[in-house]
């Protein structure tokens, strides 16, 4: 920060203003030890009407064990299209979809004298494009993951380069189905073609990796001193102070709901944390976990809506559930575990029950973008400015189909993409094609990604 930055009461350690033009972008509030990026304000925008230019972000979301196709795929093509059930609750973003089919991954295909790996190879090529090794033991091999050639590129202007996290913990490590490891359905990120990225599942752990002490790693130091101060921001409570001091009305009103949203997460994960100890004592899972997907999953949706109003990552991947997920819904009538209930075989009940599970999810995911849509990011909605996309590695869980995968794109991607249609690519088409294109759109340009012959048209206005 350039010297001139000092606080209405000369103390440059609190809360860095410029007064000749505007607030700095990348400005921080601080107090004992901590320290907290603010979202996007008027006040940050240069002077004499000069424009920001709308930062571009990518928001991946992964379901896992496929979709019941019929009630996910639309019937016809074009902007004419009608939502089918598992759509429906994104009827409100219609215009803001793209819902895309005809998409493979024939990448993840059995090779000849490879046994089973059938959620294996697809979770571990969705986002690298690069059929997996087929291993058990520590000799795994992949390639590198979507999410990080973006984050590493988007990472020189963030305090995170990237976040990966997701619902379901890692489960088994090690040995998975037939000689396959384990490390192939716990994550979809992999920094390298032999390190795979941990998935993380703890709300508070989280948190504080957003908003903890960035001056230090160590969780044990930044949880004594969320408890030492109570609240993040009972920390930063007179920097706050100065700051909305000198602020206009539209962004007294924007940092007020940005610090209710903070504070509103901070009494969940500590409601989660106090639930997980008096209910389910003999469990061995991390403190913080609610106890229900829904509250989980809007847990960390609103996590994420943090993250990229204040900037602190242009990007995230959420793992809704890993491959194979265990998971029962008992919050809406259904004990069973999610992954058997999907080999069905033509069974009605258990049919049923697998599009209550994959609407239960949908819901989540309208919850986000209603929540994106209703935040202010410049002179729109994060929703305007930012690439979401939301699918599976799988299309019919019941015959671990690779062919016409479920998947669509929200969001405005700061003017790029145009919604409101289903578009139908043709037969044998590589999922990396439309990641290529992404890669594309936001501004990471390279000749080819994983098995892609090629870019896909009709994204652009």
Same mark, same amino acid.
């Given at each position: 920060?350039?010297?001139?930055?000092?606080?209405?009461?000369?103390?440059?350690?609190?809360?860095?203003?410029?007064?000749?033009?505007?607030?700095p972008?990348?400005?921080? !509030?601080?107090?004992?030890?901590?320290?907290?990026?603010?979202?996007l304000?008027?006040?940050?925008?240069?002077a !004499?009407?000069?424009?920001?230019?709308p930062?571009?972000?990518?928001?991946?979301?992964?379901?896992?064990?496929?979709?019941?196709?019929?009630?996910?795929?639309?019937?016809?093509?074009?902007a004419?299209?009608?939502?089918?059930?598992?759509?429906?609750?994104?009827?409100?973003?219609?215009?803001?979809?793209?819902? !895309?089919?005809?998409?493979?991954?024939?990448?993840?295909?059995a090779?000849?004298?490879?046994?089973?790996?059938v959620?294996?190879?697809?979770?571990?090529?969705?986002?690298?494009?690069v059929?997996?090794?087929?291993t058990?033991?520590?000799?795994?091999?992949?390639?590198?993951?979507?999410?990080?050639?973006?984050?590493?590129?988007?990472?020189?202007?963030?305090?995170?380069?990237?976040?990966?996290?997701?619902?379901?913990?890692?489960?088994i490590?090690?040995?998975?189905e037939?000689?396959?490891?384990?490390?192939?359905?716990?994550?979809?990120?992999?920094?390298?073609?032999?390190?795979?990225?941990?998935?993380?599942?703890?709300?508070?752990?989280?948190?504080?990796?957003l908003?903890?002490?960035?001056?230090?790693?160590?969780?044990?130091?930044?949880r004594?001193?969320?408890?030492?101060?109570?609240?993040?921001?009972?920390?930063?409570?007179?920097?706050?102070?100065?700051?909305?001091?000198?602020l206009?009305?539209?962004?007294?009103?924007?940092?007020?709901?940005?610090l209710?949203?903070?504070?509103?997460?901070?009494?969940?994960?500590?409601?989660?944390?106090q639930?997980?100890?008096?209910?389910?004592?003999?469990?061995?899972?991390?403190?913080?976990?609610?106890?229900?997907?829904?509250?989980?999953?809007?847990?960390?949706?609103?996590?994420?809506?943090?993250?990229?109003?204040?900037d602190?990552?242009?990007?995230?991947?959420?793992?809704?559930?890993?491959?194979?997920?265990?998971?029962?819904?008992?919050?809406?009538?259904?004990?069973d575990?999610?992954?058997p209930?999907?080999?069905?075989?033509?069974?009605?009940?258990?049919?049923?029950?697998?599009?209550r599970?994959?609407a239960?999810?949908?819901?989540a995911?309208?919850?986000?973008?209603?929540?994106?849509?209703?935040?202010?990011?410049?002179?729109g909605?994060?929703?305007?400015?930012?690439?979401?996309?939301?699918?599976?590695?799988?299309?019919?869980?019941?015959?671990?189909?690779?062919?016409?995968?479920p998947?669509l794109i929200a969001?405005?991607?700061?003017?790029?993409?145009?919604?409101?249609?289903?578009i139908?690519?043709?037969?044998?088409?590589?999922?990396?094609?439309?990641?290529?294109?992404?890669?594309d759109?936001?501004g990471?340009?390279?000749?080819?990604?994983?098995?892609?012959?090629?870019?896909?048209?009709?994204?652009?206005?």
């Open positions: 920060m350039s010297g001139a930055n000092v606080s209405p009461k000369g103390r440059n350690d609190r809360v860095m203003m410029i007064f000749k033009k505007a607030i972008r990348r400005t921080f !509030l601080r107090g004992l030890g901590t320290a907290m990026a603010l979202p304000l008027d006040g940050m925008i240069p !004499l009407g000069a424009q920001v230019k930062v571009k972000r990518l928001s991946i979301v992964y379901v896992p064990n496929g979709r019941i196709m019929d009630r996910w795929t639309p019937k016809t093509v074009g004419d299209f009608e939502l089918p059930l598992l759509l429906q609750p994104f009827a409100p973003f219609k215009d803001r979809l793209l819902v !895309l089919s005809g998409l493979n991954l024939n990448i993840a295909k090779w000849p004298g490879e046994e089973v790996g959620h294996e190879r697809p979770c571990g090529a969705y986002l690298t494009g059929h997996p090794k087929w058990d033991g520590a000799d795994i091999q992949n390639g590198i993951s979507l999410d990080q050639i973006i984050g590493k590129e988007f990472g020189k202007h963030t305090q995170l380069a990237s976040l990966e996290i997701g619902l379901d913990s890692a489960g490590i090690g040995a998975c037939k000689g396959w490891s384990c490390a192939y359905v716990n994550t979809l990120c992999w920094r390298t073609p032999t390190s795979p990225i941990p998935m993380e599942t703890n709300p508070r752990r989280v948190f504080e990796r908003f903890g002490d960035v001056g230090s790693t160590a969780a044990a130091e930044q004594a001193v969320l408890r030492r101060n109570n609240s993040i921001l009972d920390s930063l409570r007179e920097a706050t102070d100065d700051l909305l001091r000198v206009g009305p539209r962004d007294r009103t924007k940092i007020s709901e940005y209710d949203s903070v504070r509103d997460i901070e009494r969940r994960i500590q409601v989660a944390e639930q997980s100890s008096r209910e389910l004592p003999s469990m061995e899972r991390p403190g913080g976990v609610p106890g229900t997907f829904e509250d989980h999953a809007k847990l960390m949706y609103d996590l994420q809506i943090l993250a990229f109003q204040a602190l990552t242009r990007m995230i991947t959420f793992m809704v559930g890993r491959e194979k997920t265990e998971r029962p819904y008992p919050e809406i009538g259904i004990p575990a999610h992954h209930l999907t080999h069905h075989g033509g069974d009605r009940q258990k049919i049923e029950k697998v599009v599970i994959e239960l999810q949908s819901k995911f309208a919850y986000y973008l209603d929540k994106l849509q209703s935040t202010p990011d410049g002179d909605s994060l929703l305007d400015h930012l690439i979401v996309t939301y699918g599976s590695g799988i299309s019919e869980a019941n015959g671990h189909s690779v062919i016409d995968l998947l969001g405005g991607g700061a003017g790029q993409i145009r919604g409101g249609r289903h139908k690519y043709p037969k044998d088409t590589p999922l990396a094609n439309f990641q290529l294109t992404l890669l759109k936001l990471i340009p390279v000749e080819n990604f994983g098995d892609s012959n090629g870019k896909l048209d009709l994204l652009a206005l």
